[in-house]
């Protein structure tokens, strides 16, 4: 009993970071990674998201645990193939057996949406890896329509914001001179089969590398005076939307400024190594409370401001089994026992126990 209602005063706590009384949250995402050795089964965190009502979420994988446990649910669902699958599917005939392995056998009744080819290739440093991405893309796509699901699953591939040259002020975006060969192919297959270019951007790493050159509310999208674009006069009061724009500006300097652009990633560390600037529960709360309330809003960029931009916060779990620093380990909004981190502060909570609380919940 006490379990249940831990459960469901947890729930509630949580209805407050996400949700208004209008509904659902139509733009935003959540990102669910798996790098732990105790996070709770598949069932239960579907479980955890209807009960936010969150609509969308992103793996890193195609693990058919998931991808059964999610079947006739309201999620969708964007999948990963694997960096180390992108030369296998070089081979046309590898794509199709890839899709008929690990996307047909669960769509429709799994709301599959997206596969995200590789993450981070652009950037990764592995020429090879580079060149085999799109005719991966390509080749996953063409499997994708002889089985007539193109229509309802698009192919993209996550990209770090390294993949910029320069991002600021946002007009001046472009690509790095390396990728100039690459990125058209890239941009082309893109705008031909109308997928996103999907991002992952984190202003944290922007202030942990320059504290004292950056503005702290001008990152956490906390009141501030802002930046103005001096050629295109575009206001700015926080760096992921220039951040976003900057991609776009990179994009129509090729010729393709039409792309919608997705933020794939974004989020903030609640703990970090003592180099880690700014990487405490506070500015964690703060971050990706402001985050939500603006998805909340259905806003879009200054570029864009009648294009929702649609974000995917990372991550529902801190993951014990991260490589690298301290931060790493930190992203989560819950514990994997699905306890809070923090509170993003959409609700003024009461600091007593989660159990007390319950008794404001109808189950």
């Known amino acids: 009993m006490g379990n249940h209602v831990s459960r469901i005063s947890m729930l509630h706590l949580l209805l407050g970071l996400f949700l208004t009384l209008s509904g659902e949250v139509e733009s935003l995402g959540i990102n669910y990674g798996q790098v732990g050795n105790n996070l ?3 069932d239960r965190v579907l479980d955890l998201l209807r009960s936010l009502k969150l609509t969308k979420a992103r793996i890193y994988d195609t693990n058919p645990q998931i991808l059964t446990a999610f079947a006739n649910s309201n999620i969708e669902l964007v999948v990963t193939v694997e960096n180390q699958m992108l030369p296998i599917l070089m081979d046309p005939n590898q794509a199709l057996q890839w899709v008929h392995t ?3 056998p669960y769509f429709p009744a799994t709301r599959i949406t997206g596969i995200a080819i590789g993450n981070e290739v652009f950037t ?11 005719p991966a893309m390509v080749n996953i796509h063409a499997a994708l ?3 007539g699901l193109d229509r309802f699953i698009h192919v993209s591939t996550p990209s770090s914001l390294a993949v910029l040259q320069e991002s600021f002020p946002p007009s001046a975006g472009c690509f790095r001179p390396e990728l100039n060969r690459i990125m058209p192919q890239f941009l082309r297959f893109l705008a031909a089969t109308q997928a996103p270019f999907w991002i992952n951007a984190y202003p944290y790493f922007a202030y942990k590398d320059d504290p004292n050159s950056i503005s702290l509310d001008y990152v956490l999208f906390n009141p501030n005076s802002g930046v103005v674009d001096p050629y295109t006069k575009l206001h700015y009061d926080n760096m992921l939307y220039a951040q976003v724009d900057a991609v776009t500006f990179a994009m129509a300097r090729m010729g393709y400024g039409g ?10 560390p609640s703990r970090g190594d003592p180099d880690e600037i700014g990487s405490t529960v506070e500015n ?4 990706n409370g402001n985050v939500l309330r603006r998805q909340l809003k259905n806003e879009g960029t200054p570029l864009k401001p009648n294009r929702r931009l649609e974000v995917y916060v990372f991550a529902l779990f801190n993951e014990d089994m991260k490589p690298g620093p ?6 989560g909004l819950l514990q994997p026992d699905g ?3 923090y509170n993003c502060g959409l609700f003024e909570l009461a600091s007593t126990s989660l159990t007390s609380n319950a008794t404001q919940v109808k189950s």
């Not at 792309?259 to 903030?268: K, Q, Y």
């Open 102 to 104: 690990h996307i047909r």
């Open 326 to 331: 301290t931060s790493e380990r930190n992203y």
């Open 145 to 147: 329509v002889r089985f």
């Open 40 to 42: 709770p089964p598949p």
């Open 339 to 341: 306890t809070m981190v």
């Open 124 to 134: 990764g440093g592995d020429t090879a890896l580079i060149s085999y991405l799109v």
């Open 284 to 287: 964690a709360a703060i971050y």
């Open 259 to 268: 792309i919608e652009v997705r933020v794939s990633e974004t989020g903030w």
